[in-house]
């Protein structure tokens, strides 16, 4: 099955405790990126990423990395977190800018 | 302004009506437009994309562009209780790295 996945679902943690929230999609897709929606502001991309070793910001970057060593994975790092990065994290792909983009299932994420 | 503004909603509308939700952009070199639906807590799913002025059919649902007037909207045709969900538009925007902005969402209810 196509499916864009992203662990863990749910995570609260504390200020300043490093985390990653891990993204994977099997459609062989180029382009992936992440994105945090927020009660009033809609989904705003973090970083995004155009192919292996290729990644730029997006709208929000501050206090997020990410690397791309491999096609399928797109992890995401906070390495800081502050209760301003408490929000729903989505994970996206798609086979190339311009075409659909497909979603993970979110992570919820709180930061205390 | 806000890129990508859509009315926040609720839109309601009886079962088997057609509910219609617009959507307005602000970058003109936009090229891509996506209508995504988010169920609360989900993650958003894929209804429709369209890339030139006009309408393109799929089912019940309808999206129409009007790149003169930046303005893009989806159709729902004999609208149902489960089509309740935020309806989100999305707009590639024109720029080097040809992000995906998001509008806030329109809340779509559907009477029984």
């Known amino acids: 099955e196509a499916q864009v996945t992203q662990n863990p679902r749910y995570l609260i943690t504390v200020t300043g405790k490093k985390l990653t929230v891990t993204c994977s999609q099997n459609?062989?897709?180029?382009?992936m990126s992440w994105y945090r929606q927020d009660p009033g502001l809609g989904l705003r991309q973090i970083y995004y990423s155009m192919n292996v070793e290729v990644t730029d910001k997006g709208d929000v970057p501050e206090g997020y990395k990410v690397s791309r060593k491999e096609k399928r994975n797109f992890p995401l790092i906070l390495e800081s977190p502050s209760p301003n990065q408490t929000s729903l994290y989505f994970c996206a792909s798609s086979a190339r800018q311009g075409y659909e983009q497909y979603f993970g299932p979110g992570t919820r994420l709180t930061v205390t | 302004q806000k890129e990508v503004e859509q009315n926040s909603g609720p839109l309601s509308v009886p079962e088997g009506a057609i509910a219609s939700l617009n959507c307005t952009y602000s970058d003109r070199g936009s090229q891509s437009f996506f209508w995504y639906r988010q169920y609360s807590g989900k993650s958003p799913e894929l209804i429709m994309s369209i890339y030139s002025n006009g309408d393109k059919e799929d089912g019940r649902f309808t999206a129409q562009l009007n790149k003169a007037s930046q303005y893009v909207s989806l159709l729902i045709r004999d609208s149902q209780p489960s089509d309740s969900a935020t309806y989100l538009c999305?707009?590639?925007?024109?720029?080097?790295?040809?992000?995906?902005?998001f509008g806030s969402g329109t809340r779509l209810q559907v009477q029984p």
């Open positions: 999305a707009v590639e925007r024109d720029t080097g790295r040809r992000a995906l902005t």
């Open positions: 459609m062989n897709h180029e382009y």
